[in-house]
């Protein structure tokens, strides 16, 4: 394990904001914050620093590790890390109650019974799957297995696997999240742009909740100081978000039609000649088309659809041309258009052409690409061809432009019942927990329950390991070695994921279980290869090895982020305005809008929006001990005027109902929310009992939402959910 | 001698909760034991409408109410304007509980005793920031010596006209809030 100790001037650096401090200070060692004199936790040793990465969320921002003997006392963030600069969220805190959650997985399960599991040794639960899956394979072809995952720096282990194994049915939790808006940037980009915040001088965020879903806690930070700075924060989203609150201003939106405003806005920009001319002229192919396209979808167009006033639209839009090209429409997360209604792909290319108006590509201010990884590769022994196509159909005649290497996460369950295209017998997964993060419960647990074999690796018992036939612990980011992080923030980075304390239980790094079940099935020559290995040779283009990067945890070398032209890897080398790719493959090759496919029609119908609150990470958290306590259930927004024609007072128990299923959960009555939105926070309503903290807290949202699909990258259409919302009596 | 107190930006706030867990976990408290909390309050009517964030923890105050109450002068001022416990002295009679105006203690049952922020005492002596200001992602917290007019948190005070939490109450709190 290595040690650092700061020298003082590190340490100054650590107090960065506040360097105007004016305290006598003394030398300055490695004790600075240890809790002696307190009557708790007064140690004898003095704490080691240690350097990793966080895991608490998939952003991995550096934090250092504050160990007493063997035990973590504490995680702050990694002032060297531009991901967090020292600082940390609330669920990056709460990391020391993960690793120390009496309700954590500490050995391998074996289901023998209706919730009822027998320990049993790694070397049984690698050779009894191993046979099985050896089984379904020999029945059905390597195709029926499927492998679900939430893409870590183990990433090339699962992806190995599958190939190794023959199955080209992989899914990630892409389509859950941001395929749509990734599919989007990629398409008319060629690359996914990151914000360049701090420089930023009007920043306009549709649904981008940087207050509470924290992603990179430098970024919030940069938007904080570009606010301190006099620039201007506008926040468009139906919900009164925290990060609605902390905005210059809140403009409501009908849910599922910020097309119909990107669209009015960019109508402004060019009718009023406010869009960088020459900047278009160089960069980008298709405006004429563009320019004809937008003629009629003005401010006053689009103010009836989306419930905004057309003199907000205008304003907004010359107010941001003011301030080009240092102003920005954020491309999010999930957010507006991440992977949200079926017009989400479309909306995410309008956001693009916005962007390219104001000529902000590569500007101070504007959006940048993201820094090039500059990690090496181990050089592995090919794998044989794969011989099935996906089940899925992405990247094949249903959905070209789908993701081949993410899948399209949310039609597993229907495969899996119909049989169509072929059979999936067997799902493992890793890491992820599909029986509360797919849309439409109850046919994910359908589908889960009736598979032949389904494992999964995790580091809790969740839903989905309470289905499975196998349970394989992983061991907690803060008990493992990774290979190396490279950073897809502003600055090229690279951070290092290592072991702070020796694993407490019987778990393992979710590589070593695969290279474990490979080596069960025989494919045990594909995996001759280390941890060491992979990290050697991803750290020799830097010049550095693993013992070299584990003292300071990080290696960076450029302090600004590369402002200038980008080179746009498009097939017109150019900004596709207009995509010739799309158009051949049957969809409309400019950002046209749609409207969302469901509308509420009835006086109890509302659609429904879901959403992140700062303490939590997808449905990861619920049973940390800090975060729970912050949040330990969800209720539903709900607006004050609609609330009160329907008789609903804040903390009634309302019955919600979609053509999904049906919850019970209590009421918020807010002025905070669009009219015809109601809101919930994602990830609660675990039915586990070994969840002892989030057993029965909160209600899960996927039992009402649609596993309806957004139509060319595949990305969940969750919005697509229109429910009906009365008062229990 | 230094007046240390804080000085917190709640126009950068963005109501995360980063601070109260920080503190938490530097304290090793109890899930529920929170000695910075979040206060948020919806103003006004659709769809002119905001959160108002405040954090809210002992002010440190210079004539503290929970410090004059204690029969056993377990709470004391400090020189440097930290108010602390000395919990070798605390009977666990919870005076102070009910005294503090801002409800900034916190009873911990186990132990019997009320506990509160110490503005990291342990921290500051060697020269680093409180935990809930090194970890806040908005940038929103400053700590420094309000005694000393070049100080950060000084300055921030004038410039940003930072104002106490309710000063008609006279226990001089040492925690203002910028608006």
């Given at each position: 394990m290595s040690r650092i100790r700061l020298s003082r001037r590190d340490f100054l650096k650590a107090l960065g904001a506040a360097g105007a401090l004016s305290l006598g200070v003394g030398s300055i060692g490695a004790t600075q914050v240890l809790g002696k004199g307190s009557t708790r936790g007064a140690w004898d040793e003095m704490p080691r620093l240690i350097p990793t990465v966080c895991g608490?969320?998939?952003?991995?921002?550096?934090?250092?590790?504050?160990?007493?003997?063997?035990?973590?006392?504490?995680?702050?963030?990694?002032?060297?890390?531009?991901?967090?600069?020292?600082?940390?969220?609330?669920?990056?805190?709460?990391g020391v109650k993960l690793l120390y959650d009496p309700d954590r997985l500490k050995y391998p399960l074996k289901r023998v019974g209706e919730g009822l599991f027998d320990r049993i040794s790694w070397d049984q639960a690698f050779r009894e799957i191993g046979d099985k899956l050896a089984a379904i394979k020999d029945q059905n072809g390597p195709q029926a297995l499927a492998w679900a995952f939430h893409p870590d720096l183990s990433e090339l282990w699962d992806r190995r696997f599958m190939a190794a194994f023959g199955s080209p049915n992989i899914f990630t939790q892409a389509t859950l999240g941001r395929a749509s808006a990734q599919a989007a940037s990629r398409l008319t980009l060629g690359w996914e742009p990151v914000s360049d915040l701090k420089n930023a001088r009007y920043i306009l965020l549709f649904g981008r909740n940087y207050a509470e879903s924290m992603y990179y806690v430098a970024a919030t930070n940069a938007l904080m100081q570009a606010k301190e700075k006099g620039s201007r924060i506008v926040v468009v989203d139906p919900r009164l978000s925290r990060m609605a609150s902390q905005a210059h201003e809140w403009i409501p939106i009908r849910p599922g039609t910020d097309g119909a405003m990107l669209l009015a806005m960019m109508n402004v920009l060019v009718a009023e000649g406010l869009y960088d001319a020459p900047f278009i002229e160089a960069n980008t192919v298709g405006f004429q088309e563009l320019r004809d396209f937008l003629a009629d979808k003005t401010p006053a167009w689009a103010s009836s659809i989306c419930d905004v006033p057309a003199e907000t639209i205008r304003r907004t839009a010359q107010e941001m041309a003011a301030a080009r090209p240092s102003a920005l429409v954020d491309m999010g997360l999930r957010g507006a258009w991440g992977a949200t209604h079926a017009n989400s792909f479309q909306t995410a290319r309008a956001a693009l052409a916005l962007n390219a108006l104001l000529g902000n590509y590569g500007a101070k201010g504007g959006l940048l690409p993201p820094p090039p990884n500059p990690l090496g590769r181990l050089q592995l022994p090919a794998t044989p061809p794969l011989q099935a196509t996906r089940a899925d159909g992405a990247g094949g005649e249903q959905y070209p432009l789908a993701s081949t290497a993410d899948g399209i996460y949310q039609m597993l369950p229907e495969i899996i019942l119909t049989s169509e295209p072929y059979p999936i017998r067997a799902l493992i997964a890793n890491h992820t927990n599909p029986a509360r993060s797919l849309p439409n419960t109850s046919k994910a647990m359908r589908a889960l329950s009736g598979l032949d074999l389904l494992v999964a690796i995790d580091t809790h018992l969740t839903d989905t390991g309470e289905l499975a036939h196998y349970i394989l612990p992983e061991s907690t980011y803060l008990e493992r070695l990774d290979p190396p992080s490279a950073s897809k923030y502003l600055l090229q980075e690279v951070a290092l994921r290592q072991p702070v304390v020796k694993a407490l239980y019987d778990t393992k790094p979710a590589y070593e279980i695969i290279a474990g079940l490979a080596g069960a099935?025989?494919?045990?020559?594909?995996?001759?290869?280390?941890?060491?290995d992979v990290i050697r040779e991803s750290l020799r283009p830097l010049g550095m090895d693993l013992a070299s990067i584990s003292r300071d945890g990080l290696w960076r070398e450029a302090k600004d982020p590369s402002y200038g032209q980008p080179a746009f890897p498009t097939p017109s080398g150019r900004i596709e305005l207009y995509s010739r790719r799309l158009e051949e493959s049957?969809?409309?090759?400019?950002?046209?809008?749609?409207?969302?496919?469901?509308?509420?029609?009835?006086?109890?119908?509302?659609?429904?929006?879901?959403?992140?609150?700062?303490?939590?990470?997808?449905?990861?958290?619920?049973?940390?001990?800090?975060?729970?306590?912050?949040?330990?259930?969800?209720?539903?927004?709900?607006?004050?005027?609609?609330?009160?024609?329907?008789?609903?007072?804040?903390?009634?128990?309302?019955?919600?109902?979609?053509?999904?299923?049906?919850?019970?959960i209590q009421a918020h009555v807010t002025h905070g929310i669009h009219a015809e939105a109601v809101f919930m926070v994602h990830g609660f309503g675990h039915n586990v009992r070994a969840q002892r903290l989030a057993y029965h807290k909160g209600v899960n949202d996927n039992t009402l939402i649609s596993d309806a699909r957004e139509p060319v990258a595949g990305g969940a259409a969750t919005g697509e959910t229109i429910v009906r919302v009365r008062r229990v009596r | 001698m230094a007046r240390y107190g804080l000085v917190v930006d709640l126009t950068k706030c963005v109501g995360c909760s980063s601070c109260t867990v920080a503190c938490q976990a530097q304290w090793e408290l109890e899930p529920e034991e929170r000695w910075l909390r979040l206060e948020i309050q919806e103003e006004g009517s659709y769809p002119a409408v905001s959160q108002r964030f405040t954090t809210v923890q002992c002010m440190h105050c210079d004539d503290a109410p929970c410090v004059r109450v204690c029969p056993t002068g377990a709470n004391y001022k400090r020189k440097d304007g930290?108010?602390?416990?000395?919990?070798?002295?605390?009977?666990?009679?919870?005076?102070?509980?009910?005294?503090?105006?801002?409800?900034?203690?916190?009873?911990?049952?186990?132990?019997?005793?009320?506990?509160?922020?110490?503005?990291?005492?342990?921290?500051?002596?060697?020269?680093?920031?409180?935990?809930?200001?090194?970890?806040?992602?908005?940038?929103?917290?400053y700590f420094g010596d309000l005694d000393d007019p070049n100080s950060e948190v000084s300055r921030l005070i004038v410039i940003k006209k930072a104002k106490q939490i309710r000063p008609d109450l006279r226990t001089g709190p040492n925690i203002y809030y910028v608006r």
């Amino acid at each position: 394990m290595s040690r650092i100790r700061l020298s003082r001037r590190d340490f100054l650096k650590a107090l960065g904001a506040a360097g105007a401090l004016s305290l006598g200070v003394g030398s300055i060692g490695a004790t600075q914050v240890l809790g002696k004199g307190s009557t708790r936790g007064a140690w004898d040793e003095m704490p080691r620093l240690i350097p990793t990465v966080c895991g608490m969320c998939d952003a991995r921002c550096g934090v250092l590790a504050y160990v007493v003997g063997d035990r973590l006392y504490k995680l702050e963030g990694n002032f060297r890390h531009s991901q967090s600069q020292g600082k940390i969220c609330a669920r990056g805190s709460a990391g020391v109650k993960l690793l120390y959650d009496p309700d954590r997985l500490k050995y391998p399960l074996k289901r023998v019974g209706e919730g009822l599991f027998d320990r049993i040794s790694w070397d049984q639960a690698f050779r009894e799957i191993g046979d099985k899956l050896a089984a379904i394979k020999d029945q059905n072809g390597p195709q029926a297995l499927a492998w679900a995952f939430h893409p870590d720096l183990s990433e090339l282990w699962d992806r190995r696997f599958m190939a190794a194994f023959g199955s080209p049915n992989i899914f990630t939790q892409a389509t859950l999240g941001r395929a749509s808006a990734q599919a989007a940037s990629r398409l008319t980009l060629g690359w996914e742009p990151v914000s360049d915040l701090k420089n930023a001088r009007y920043i306009l965020l549709f649904g981008r909740n940087y207050a509470e879903s924290m992603y990179y806690v430098a970024a919030t930070n940069a938007l904080m100081q570009a606010k301190e700075k006099g620039s201007r924060i506008v926040v468009v989203d139906p919900r009164l978000s925290r990060m609605a609150s902390q905005a210059h201003e809140w403009i409501p939106i009908r849910p599922g039609t910020d097309g119909a405003m990107l669209l009015a806005m960019m109508n402004v920009l060019v009718a009023e000649g406010l869009y960088d001319a020459p900047f278009i002229e160089a960069n980008t192919v298709g405006f004429q088309e563009l320019r004809d396209f937008l003629a009629d979808k003005t401010p006053a167009w689009a103010s009836s659809i989306c419930d905004v006033p057309a003199e907000t639209i205008r304003r907004t839009a010359q107010e941001m041309a003011a301030a080009r090209p240092s102003a920005l429409v954020d491309m999010g997360l999930r957010g507006a258009w991440g992977a949200t209604h079926a017009n989400s792909f479309q909306t995410a290319r309008a956001a693009l052409a916005l962007n390219a108006l104001l000529g902000n590509y590569g500007a101070k201010g504007g959006l940048l690409p993201p820094p090039p990884n500059p990690l090496g590769r181990l050089q592995l022994p090919a794998t044989p061809p794969l011989q099935a196509t996906r089940a899925d159909g992405a990247g094949g005649e249903q959905y070209p432009l789908a993701s081949t290497a993410d899948g399209i996460y949310q039609m597993l369950p229907e495969i899996i019942l119909t049989s169509e295209p072929y059979p999936i017998r067997a799902l493992i997964a890793n890491h992820t927990n599909p029986a509360r993060s797919l849309p439409n419960t109850s046919k994910a647990m359908r589908a889960l329950s009736g598979l032949d074999l389904l494992v999964a690796i995790d580091t809790h018992l969740t839903d989905t390991g309470e289905l499975a036939h196998y349970i394989l612990p992983e061991s907690t980011y803060l008990e493992r070695l990774d290979p190396p992080s490279a950073s897809k923030y502003l600055l090229q980075e690279v951070a290092l994921r290592q072991p702070v304390v020796k694993a407490l239980y019987d778990t393992k790094p979710a590589y070593e279980i695969i290279a474990g079940l490979a080596g069960a099935l025989g494919m045990g020559d594909q995996f001759a290869f280390t941890i060491e290995d992979v990290i050697r040779e991803s750290l020799r283009p830097l010049g550095m090895d693993l013992a070299s990067i584990s003292r300071d945890g990080l290696w960076r070398e450029a302090k600004d982020p590369s402002y200038g032209q980008p080179a746009f890897p498009t097939p017109s080398g150019r900004i596709e305005l207009y995509s010739r790719r799309l158009e051949e493959s049957g969809y409309d090759a400019l950002p046209v809008f749609s409207l969302p496919i469901a509308l509420p029609r009835e006086q109890d119908a509302f659609r429904l929006v879901q959403g992140r609150d700062s303490a939590h990470t997808g449905t990861a958290t619920q049973n940390n001990a800090y975060l729970h306590a912050l949040s330990p259930e969800n209720k539903l927004w709900i607006g004050a005027t609609r609330a009160a024609r329907l008789g609903i007072k804040t903390g009634d128990w309302l019955t919600v109902s979609s053509a999904a299923g049906e919850v019970r959960i209590q009421a918020h009555v807010t002025h905070g929310i669009h009219a015809e939105a109601v809101f919930m926070v994602h990830g609660f309503g675990h039915n586990v009992r070994a969840q002892r903290l989030a057993y029965h807290k909160g209600v899960n949202d996927n039992t009402l939402i649609s596993d309806a699909r957004e139509p060319v990258a595949g990305g969940a259409a969750t919005g697509e959910t229109i429910v009906r919302v009365r008062r229990v009596r | 001698m230094a007046r240390y107190g804080l000085v917190v930006d709640l126009t950068k706030c963005v109501g995360c909760s980063s601070c109260t867990v920080a503190c938490q976990a530097q304290w090793e408290l109890e899930p529920e034991e929170r000695w910075l909390r979040l206060e948020i309050q919806e103003e006004g009517s659709y769809p002119a409408v905001s959160q108002r964030f405040t954090t809210v923890q002992c002010m440190h105050c210079d004539d503290a109410p929970c410090v004059r109450v204690c029969p056993t002068g377990a709470n004391y001022k400090r020189k440097d304007g930290l108010v602390l416990i000395h919990e070798a002295r605390c009977i666990g009679c919870k005076y102070c509980v009910v005294a503090c105006p801002y409800q900034a203690r916190v009873f911990n049952e186990e132990r019997g005793i009320p506990g509160k922020c110490r503005l990291c005492d342990v921290r500051i002596q060697k020269g680093v920031l409180p935990a809930c200001v090194l970890a806040c992602p908005a940038g929103a917290r400053y700590f420094g010596d309000l005694d000393d007019p070049n100080s950060e948190v000084s300055r921030l005070i004038v410039i940003k006209k930072a104002k106490q939490i309710r000063p008609d109450l006279r226990t001089g709190p040492n925690i203002y809030y910028v608006r």
